[in-house]
T-cell receptor, first 113, second 115 residues
Framework: EAGVTQSPTHLIKTRGQQATLRCSPISGHTSVYWYQQALGLGLQFLLWYDEGEERNRGNFPPRFSGRQFPNYSSELNVNALELEDSALYLC????????????FGPGTRLTVL | GENVEQHPSTLSVQEGDSAVIKCTYSDSASNYFPWYKQELGKRPQLIIDIRSNVGEKKDQRIAVTLNKTAKHFSLHITETQPEDSAVYFC??????????????FGQGTILTVHP
C-alpha cells in the first residue's frame, strides 16, 4: 500500500509570492490534514478536509487556504508569503472507518526569501 | 482550545536504560492520545496510541500510560537502543467532537541514546 505523498519536496519563493503544495492520501482515505512544522517547533494544525469540504481550521490567517479534490487529494495555498511562513508543511491522511490514526507524508520544505 | 505541554525538551540516556517522556493536556474532552517518532529529515511515524477508556497500553519495548484525572499521559521506552534516537511528539484530540481531526501536539522531545 502506497503511503501519503507530497509534492514538491522543496519550494523556494520570495516574499509576497504564492505557494501551492500538493498531497495525495493513502488510497481509501478520505480525510486530509495539513500541519506546519516551523524549525524548532512542534506541529501546528492548519486545515482538515473531508469528503471535499473544509471541516476544521487552525489559528492561521486567511491567506492559508486549500481544497480537496474528488479523488481526495488536496492542495494547500499560501498567498502573500511572509518570511515566517518558512517551514516544513506536512500532510496527513486518515481512514474514517473506525480508525483515528493520521499517517503523515514526507512534507514540503517551503523557504521564503 | 486544547493545549499540550511536553517534558523534557531533551533527554539523553545510555543504551539499555529506560526513557520517560511526559505530556499534560488541558481539555478534559480529549480522548485520543497518539505518540509520533520523527527521525531527522523523515516524516512523523505513529509508534503507539491510547484512548481514554484504557489506562495503559504496551507494544514490546514501548508503553503509554494515561491518567485522565490528572490529565497527563506518558511514553515509556525500555531497553533503549541507538536507533530509538529521534524526536518524539505527543498529541491529543477529541475524537468525535467538533475538533475531531485537529491533533494538538506537544513541542517535542529530542531523545539521544548513547551506545
Amino acid at each position: 500500500e502506497a503511503g501519503v505523498t507530497q509534492s514538491p519536496t522543496h519550494l523556494i519563493k520570495t516574499r509576497g509570492q504564492q505557494a501551492t503544495l500538493r498531497c495525495s492520501p493513502i488510497s481509501g482515505h478520505t480525510s486530509v490534514y495539513w500541519y506546519q512544522q516551523a524549525l524548532g517547533l512542534g506541529l501546528q494544525f492548519l486545515l482538515w478536509y473531508d469528503e471535499g469540504e473544509e471541516r476544521n481550521r487552525g489559528n492561521f490567517p486567511p491567506r492559508f487556504s486549500g481544497r480537496q479534490f474528488p479523488n481526495y487529494s488536496s492542495e494547500l495555498n499560501v498567498n502573500a508569503l511572509e518570511l515566517e511562513d518558512s517551514a516544513l508543511y506536512l500532510c496527513a491522511s486518515r481512514d474514517k472507518r473506525g480508525r483515528d490514526t493520521q499517517y503523515f507524508g514526507p512534507g514540503t520544505r517551503l523557504t521564503v526569501l | 482550545g486544547e493545549n499540550v505541554e511536553q517534558h523534557p525538551s531533551t533527554l539523553s540516556v545510555q543504551e539499555g536504560d529506560s526513557a520517560v517522556i511526559k505530556c499534560t493536556y488541558s481539555d478534559s474532552a480529549s480522548n485520543y492520545f497518539p505518540w509520533y517518532k520523527q527521525e531527522l529529515g523523515k516524516r512523523p511515524q505513529l509508534i503507539i496510541d491510547i484512548r481514554s477508556n484504557v489506562g495503559e497500553k504496551k507494544d514490546q519495548r514501548i508503553a503509554v500510560t494515561l491518567n485522565k484525572t490528572a490529565k497527563h499521559f506518558s511514553l515509556h521506552i525500555t531497553e533503549t537502543q541507538p536507533e530509538d534516537s529521534a524526536v518524539y511528539f505527543c498529541a491529543a484530540t477529541n475524537a468525535g467532537g467538533t475538533s475531531y481531526g485537529k491533533l494538538t501536539f506537544g513541542q517535542g522531545t529530542i531523545l539521544t541514546v548513547h551506545p
